[in-house]
């Protein structure tokens, strides 16, 4: 049973730093891309970043290019995503999913990824 535990939400202030974590119990983790998403109140489900399986290869959504980077520990199973110069809009639950491609490919499309975890509040203010 694949289970994800995101950890290191709060609430911070516009342009400070946050890095979320994501523990991962799932078998042969290195074998699949992981992918981050957020979910303001009100709106959907978005794509925010994904890496593949190797790490090789990272996306992003335009709005965080340049300010989020993701990364992983394969030796930990874990995936993180380094939020820097946060900005009011970037206020959302943040999920970590697990890409059920070959994780070689990064998806953007919720429907791509099959299994999730149940998020994790950050919140900042002006």
């Known amino acids: 049973q694949v289970q994800l535990v995101e950890s290191g939400g709060g609430l911070v202030q516009t342009g400070d730093s946050l890095r979320l974590s994501c523990a991962a119990s799932v078998r042969a983790f290195a074998a699949f891309a992981m992918g981050w998403f957020r979910q303001a109140p009100g709106k959907e489900r978005e794509f925010v970043a994904a890496i593949t399986r190797d790490a090789a290869r990272t996306l992003y959504a335009d709005s965080v290019k340049g300010r989020f980077t993701v990364s992983r520990d394969n030796a930990k199973d874990t995936v993180f995503l380094q939020m820097n110069s946060v900005n009011v809009d970037d206020t959302a639950v943040y999920y970590c999913?697990?890409?059920?491609?070959?994780?070689?490919?990064?998806?953007?499309?919720?429907?791509?990824?099959?299994?999730w975890g149940q998020g994790t509040q950050v919140t900042v203010s002006s």
């Open positions: 999913a697990v890409d059920g491609g070959d994780g070689n490919f990064l998806h953007t499309r919720r429907d791509d990824y099959t299994d």
